[in-house]
């Protein structure tokens, strides 16, 4: 899809600009793209970059873990903002060894709220992907944005922790079968209670 292409026609546009990871681009990407994921950033809504993805997006240093603060993390989204987007999901924060998350910030608000779960100390593939996808559905069905933020976080959750215990190796990917029932209560709870207004 091109930038001419949303330019035209107006709609939802959520972008994972998918790039990098650990201050590195992923093998086979380049500054080209780079330049491009900049563009699709001026149409998007919700841009939900890591920040290795920020950084390359900024121009700005790779953040490693232990470097930053709020602030830091802060300056980071608004600049992030400027780039277009509306709201911005920075995923991959943590200021302490045991919990990891996100930070999100609204243009329209001028505010920053973070949400942290459980860290595990290992690799799950396929994470951000689920991560996306249910932050992308609530959004597209204008959901409060927080309450999708946390109903995706615990179902995370729900799955790393159930992954770890089932002894299957990670690169086998996630087991989130037995979870699905919940996400989908979820999403009608809050389904519900958007039309309840």
């Known amino acids: ?12 546009f959520l972008l994972d600009p998918i790039m990098g990871d650990n201050g590195r681009l992923y ?15 001026q149409q998007a809504d919700v841009i939900i970059p ?4 920020a950084a390359l997006l900024t121009g700005s240093p790779y953040l490693e873990e232990g470097s930053y603060d709020m602030t ?16 911005v999901i920075l995923t991959g924060i943590s200021f302490e060894t045991e919990k990891i998350g996100l930070a999100y910030f609204d243009k329209e608000t001028n505010q920053v709220i973070y949400r942290m779960r459980k860290r595990y100390q290992s690799h799950f593939y396929g994470s951000r992907d689920l991560l996306t996808a249910i932050l992308s559905a609530g959004y597209f069905h204008n959901l409060d944005f927080l309450k999708v933020c946390d109903l995706a976080l615990d179902f995370l959750n729900k799955v790393l922790l159930f992954t770890l215990s089932s002894g299957r190796p990670l690169k086998y ?25």
């Open 72 to 87: 830091i993390i802060e300056n980071l989204l608004r600049d992030l903002s400027r780039l277009g987007p509306r709201k």
């Open 1 to 12: 899809m091109s930038v001419n292409c949303l330019t035209k026609k107006r709609f939802l």
């Open 50 to 53: 890591n920040l290795t993805e």
């Open 27 to 41: 093998q086979g990407f380049n500054r080209d793209y780079v330049e491009a994921m900049k563009d699709f950033c």
């Open 173 to 197: 990917g996630l087991c989130y079968e037995p979870y699905i029932g919940y996400l989908f209560n979820g999403i009608n709870e809050l389904l519900e209670e958007k039309n309840e207004k």
